[in-house]
């Protein structure tokens, strides 16, 4: 059981745009802790997405986009591509825990 | 350009000890705060280890506090992690990551991941 809560699976057509929601609580993103999100392509490393809530790193095309509100954050992708197909992971900081913690992932599937 | 290499990865029995080793290049090793995060077969990733620049802060998850060590050697450019008192739930790949302060902090480098298995 995760500390943050992702769905487990996601699904777009090409071009269409997806929503992938992270869930926490009081002690990590409710409590003001930034979340941060990886893709990891199949039988690769987690590749960082998204830096402190909307930051796109260098090369993430502008496709990608990251919010948060409250205890939650979502990671939006528009213009779906085949290329997309992928886990996506969020992670944020625990104060309980002292530690980060992380999603259990979402696995697009671009139809 | 940053690369991190994990070396150590093995076969092991229940109980038995391994160290991983991580070697880091094309940065300043010592200016940045390393982490372990592993990624048991067909699950989401874990973060389970924290050491900053200086060897003076380290933290650990519950399911590794007690059996697993982390440290550096900064002369080096490497990063370890000794496992201890393996057991069959610490099958995983294991993953050593740079990290970069936020509120809280997050992983803007990983290295290719070194596939540890623990059973008889």
């Known amino acids: 059981q995760s500390v943050l809560t992702q769905p487990p699976s996601v699904s777009g057509a090409p071009g269409q745009r997806v929503t992938i929601s992270c869930t926490g609580s009081?002690?990590?993103?409710?409590?003001?802790?930034?979340v941060h999100w990886y893709r990891q392509l199949p039988g690769t490393a987690p590749q960082l997405l998204i830096y402190i809530n909307n930051i796109r790193p260098s090369g993430v095309p502008d496709r990608f986009s990251g919010s948060k509100s409250g205890t939650s954050a979502s990671l939006a992708i528009s213009g779906l591509q085949a290329e997309d197909v992928a886990d996506y992971y969020c992670q944020s900081y625990d104060s309980t825990l002292s530690g980060s913690v992380f999603g259990g992932g979402t696995r697009l599937t671009v139809l | 350009e940053v690369q991190l290499v994990e070396f150590g990865g093995d076969l092991v029995q229940p109980g038995g000890s391994l160290r991983l080793s991580c070697v880091a290049s094309g940065f300043s090793f010592s200016s940045y705060s390393m982490n372990w995060i592993r990624q048991a077969p067909g699950k989401g990733l874990e973060w389970i280890s924290y050491?900053?620049?200086?060897?003076?802060?380290?933290y650990y998850a519950d399911s590794v506090r007690g059996r697993f060590t982390i440290s550096r050697d900064n002369a080096q450019n490497s990063l370890y992690l000794q496992m201890n008192s393996l057991r069959a739930e610490d099958t995983a790949v294991y993953y050593c990551?740079?990290?970069?302060?936020?509120?809280?902090?997050?992983?803007?480098?990983w290295g290719q991941g070194n596939l540890v298995t623990v059973s008889s």
């Open positions: 990551a740079r990290d970069r302060k936020s509120s809280g902090w997050y992983f803007d480098q």
């Open positions: 009081s002690s990590n993103i409710g409590a003001g802790y930034d």
């Open positions: 050491i900053s620049t200086t060897s003076t802060t380290i």
